[in-house]
């Protein structure tokens, strides 16, 4: 390589690992579980979003399988050639009853998703308007649209309506995340609804962190609010609480209609593979049939959040299973993380440009498949480490 760019980046490197935000990257000798193998060490693990289990589900792993015996490795080609499978007509038709729409479309992924469906909403002349924490994915996919993206303030309605209230040019696309993924704060979604139906916008919600978490037996934000009919698209993932891969959309029969004709990661990236697709429409199947999960990871999250914010520890505003230990510097949130991980515990720092400068944290991700008896473990070693750093 050029060796101007590796002197580059090379002090880019250097400068990220000044700064304590240099990315450590672990890598897990196994699947995903309440504990997981790293350097042959078994830690108890509190970064992934696998909130209910079933990344490892046995029955999501059979269907996978089956999936792999019935159908093949890969899809073969994109969706509108030769890459539509019954498998992805099945789950799209499980998906639309689950999320109560008329129709929903799979995509690679949630980022993919967000990068299909916004710029094929709004164009040059068109007015997005979106929550300043979102999602990287949907300010990339804003990006790609050529609109005029305006920020409001986080969740400050009094902002939204201000902007609203302008003279903004073209078609406008009010877009918020669902749950906030570092606070873990729910979207005022009840609000923003009305609003847009009063300025007449578009409103699409980004429930990457919801499904799962909120409304009857996870189906959501919009499900949690009951707000079937009037949030214009849900975006989704299934790399979360599903514990697959892959992303969808859900709304209208004629929305639907439209991401197949105009949404390029659809046109022009391969299809989800089979067992991908298999152990998705599983996961649907067994949020569908009960909430025993769902209430597992509600109950977890509230026992963890207590037991830590009555140590001392600042939890932030989370309205979630999702826990943010806020530590603010981010060489000490890197520090803490370390001390964690010598005592068993895989929980990762979140600085910069995660998360604004200053507000550098151990993003706690709780799941179901955590038991009582790990959690204390967890808070145990929390509360020595704090000691250790002077945190509390």
């Not at 729409?101 to 967000?114: K, R």
Request: glycine residues 10%; neutral net charge; charged residues 25%.
């Amino acid at each position: 390589m050029n060796k101007k760019f590796e002197n580059f980046m090379g002090q880019k490197l250097a400068q990220l690992q000044d700064e304590g935000i240099y990315n450590k990257i672990k890598t897990l000798e196994g699947p995903q579980g309440a504990w997981v193998k790293i350097n042959g060490e078994k830690m108890l693990n509190f970064c992934s979003n696998n909130y209910l289990g079933l990344a490892n589900h046995p029955e999501t792993v059979a269907a996978a399988k089956t999936g792999l015996d019935d159908y093949g490795i890969g899809p073969g080609a994109v969706r509108t050639i030769a890459g539509t499978m019954s498998l992805h007509t099945r789950l799209e038709k499980k998906l639309a009853e689950f999320k109560k729409v008329e129709a929903a479309l799979t995509f690679q992924s949630g980022f993919v998703a967000n990068l299909a469906v916004i710029p094929a909403l709004v164009a040059k002349g068109d007015t997005i308007l979106s929550d300043e924490l979102n999602h990287a994915s949907i300010i990339d996919g804003c990006r790609l649209t050529g609109a005029s993206v305006t920020v409001f303030r986080h969740s400050d309605m009094g902002h939204l309506r201000e902007l609203l209230e302008s003279d903004l040019p073209g078609r406008k696309l009010i877009v918020t995340d669902g749950v906030f993924s570092m606070d873990g704060d729910v979207a005022l979604l009840p609000e923003i609804v009305k609003l847009a139906e009063k300025y007449n916008a578009l409103v699409m919600v980004d429930d990457a962190h919801g499904e799962g978490v909120l409304g009857s037996n996870g189906r959501g934000i919009v499900d949690h609010f009951d707000l079937h009919g009037r949030v214009d698209v849900e975006v989704g993932t299934f790399s979360k609480a599903i514990g697959t891969v892959g992303g969808c959309i859900a709304g209208s029969a004629t929305l639907v209609k439209y991401l197949k004709q105009k949404a390029r990661p659809f046109l022009f990236s391969s299809a989800v593979t089979p067992p991908d697709i298999a152990a998705t429409i599983k996961s649907i199947e067994i949020l569908s049939r009960d909430d025993k999960l769902v209430q597992k990871l509600w109950n977890n999250g509230d026992y963890f959040k207590k037991k830590m914010k009555d140590a001392g520890f600042d939890v932030g505003q989370s309205q979630t299973p999702i826990t943010p230990v806020m530590i603010g510097d981010e060489k000490q949130a890197s520090e803490l993380s370390e001390k964690l991980l010598d005592k068993n515990i895989f929980a990762q720092s979140i600085g910069f440009p995660t998360v604004p400068k200053g507000t550098a944290r151990i993003r706690v991700m709780i799941s179901a498949t955590h038991s009582k008896k790990d959690l204390d473990f967890a808070f145990e070693k929390f509360v020595e480490a704090g000691k250790e750093l002077a945190i509390i």
